[in-house]
């Protein structure tokens, strides 16, 4: 049987990007960078770099894109205050790890390509799953592929200052039901039982710990 997924980035969704890149430096000591804009979403990202090669995508509407072609992703335009979303795992073959998934009954919905561009001018370009209707409220991650492009998190660069995730789990009213779609898709993630779905996760940087929900 093939390695589970690996966890690749959590998504944080924040109602004002530069507030949240203020807040998670207060509390953590280490400062998210500016990521980009992704074209045609009217969204906006900064990274938040995490050991294992991973990283926090804090991300929010883009108020210099207010009219974009294709609806905001992850309900940014319903967003009431800053939540996470959602997550997701890392594959080396999107195509391989979306048809054995199917195989095992969890249909992971379609693949296809986005790309944003850093503020250096550097374009990065990925592939990812989507469903029309996501699994567990969040619980389920979608699938990416970084393909050729260098991982955002920068795992490479030894000065960069990182934060760790120390605990990351979930509670869903019917655990055991999330268990089995993680179980199809090939990844892990502690679920217990829970009035309402909902992910949580602890960071912990120089300057402290966040936890995050």
């Given at each position: 049987m093939p390695n589970p997924l690996p966890l690749d980035h959590l998504v944080y969704a924040v109602p004002d990007l530069d507030e949240a890149i203020a807040r998670f430096e207060k509390e953590?000591?280490?400062?998210?960078?500016?990521?980009?804009?992704h074209e045609g979403f009217g969204s906006h990202n900064a990274i938040l770099p995490l050991g294992d090669k991973s990283y926090v995508e804090l991300i929010a509407l883009d108020p210099d894109n207010p009219d974009p072609p294709q609806p905001p992703p992850f309900g940014l335009s319903e967003l009431e205050g800053a939540r996470l979303v959602t997550?997701?795992?890392?594959?080396?073959?999107?195509?391989?790890?979306?048809?054995?998934?199917k195989e095992r009954g969890y249909?992971?919905?379609?693949?296809?390509?986005?790309?944003?561009?850093?503020?250096?001018?550097?374009?990065?370009e990925w592939k990812l799953t989507l469903r029309p209707e996501?699994?567990?409220?969040?619980?389920?991650?979608?699938?990416?592929?970084?393909?050729?492009?260098?991982?955002?998190?920068?795992?490479?660069?030894?000065?960069?200052?990182?934060?760790?995730l120390t605990a990351f789990s979930g509670v869903h009213p019917d655990p055991d039901s999330i268990q089995e779609v993680l179980s199809a898709l090939g990844t892990e993630l502690n679920v217990e039982q829970?009035?309402?779905?909902?992910?949580?996760?602890?960071?912990?940087?120089?300057?402290?710990?966040?936890?995050?929900g």
């Open positions: 953590l000591g280490v400062r998210a960078w500016f990521g980009g804009r997550w997701a795992v890392r594959s080396g073959d999107i195509a391989a790890d979306t048809a054995r998934s249909d992971t919905g379609i693949t296809f390509p986005a790309s944003r561009t850093t503020p250096e001018g550097e374009r990065l996501p699994v567990g409220d969040g619980l389920v991650p979608f699938v990416i592929d970084w393909e050729a492009t260098p991982h955002p998190s920068r795992p490479e660069q030894d000065d960069i200052a990182r934060c760790m829970g009035d309402a779905p909902a992910l949580c996760a602890t960071l912990e940087g120089p300057a402290g710990t966040l936890d995050i």
